[in-house]
Each structure stands twice: as structure tokens, then as C-alpha cells.
Nanobody
């Protein structure tokens, strides 16, 4: 059983910061890639920040320069540092993981709510 557990969400004022964490545990001890998606009410789930096979990171245009993804392989944990938050960033943020570049995002966390007030 593989589990991804997000934490760090909450309520913050516009311009503030939050740091999300996602810890992986279970049978697969090391994922090839871990990333972040989000979903706002009435919208489809969208990519926020994910690594690509070339070693760089893909960020949504709306978060470039404000969000930073990082990973601690020893802890099998991925982080999302979110700065200069805007009300439009309000969403449920999901951690995703894949065991191989040949696979899709097979594993998902339960999500953590981020609410940015104006």
C-alpha cells in the first residue's frame, strides 16, 4: 500500500506564504517523480509544478516566479513553497507521484486545502 500524505495547507492573506509538504510511504520507497496539482471549485485539476525527464521543472504560467518545488529524497518528501499568494491560488492542492517516467501519475494524495483571502 502506497500513501501520499499532504500537509501545510490553510488560510492565508493575499501576499502571504505557505509551504506544502507531501510524504510518501509504503511499498514503493522511491518514486521517479513527485509533483503538485491543484483543483479549484468548478474547474478541472491543473498542473502546478512537476519535474520532467530532462531534469528541469514545469511550472504553470500562473505560478512562475512565486512557487518553488523541491524534494528531499532521503525523506521521500516533496515540498511546494508558495510565496506572494493570490486569491486565485485558492484550491485543493494534490501531491502526485510516479514510479517511472514511462508511467502516468499513478499515485495521488488526499489533497490539502489552500485558501487565500483578499
Amino acid at each position: 500500500q502506497v500513501q501520499l500524505v499532504e500537509s501545510g495547507g490553510g488560510l492565508v492573506q493575499a501576499g502571504g506564504s505557505l509551504r506544502l509538504s507531501c510524504a510518501a510511504s509504503g511499498r514503493i520507497l522511491s518514486f521517479t517523480a513527485m509533483g503538485w496539482y491543484r483543483q479549484s471549485p468548478g474547474k478541472q485539476r491543473e498542473l502546478v509544478a512537476v519535474p520532467n525527464r530532462g531534469g528541469s521543472t514545469i511550472y504553470a504560467d500562473s505560478v512562475k516566479g512565486r512557487f518553488t518545488i523541491s524534494r528531499d529524497n532521503a525523506k521521500n518528501t516533496v515540498y511546494l513553497q508558495m510565496d506572494s499568494l493570490k486569491p486565485d491560488d485558492t484550491a485543493v492542492y494534490y501531491c502526485a507521484a510516479k514510479p517511472s517516467w514511462l508511467r502516468t501519475w499513478d499515485y495521488w494524495g488526499q489533497g490539502t486545502q489552500v485558501t487565500v483571502s483578499s
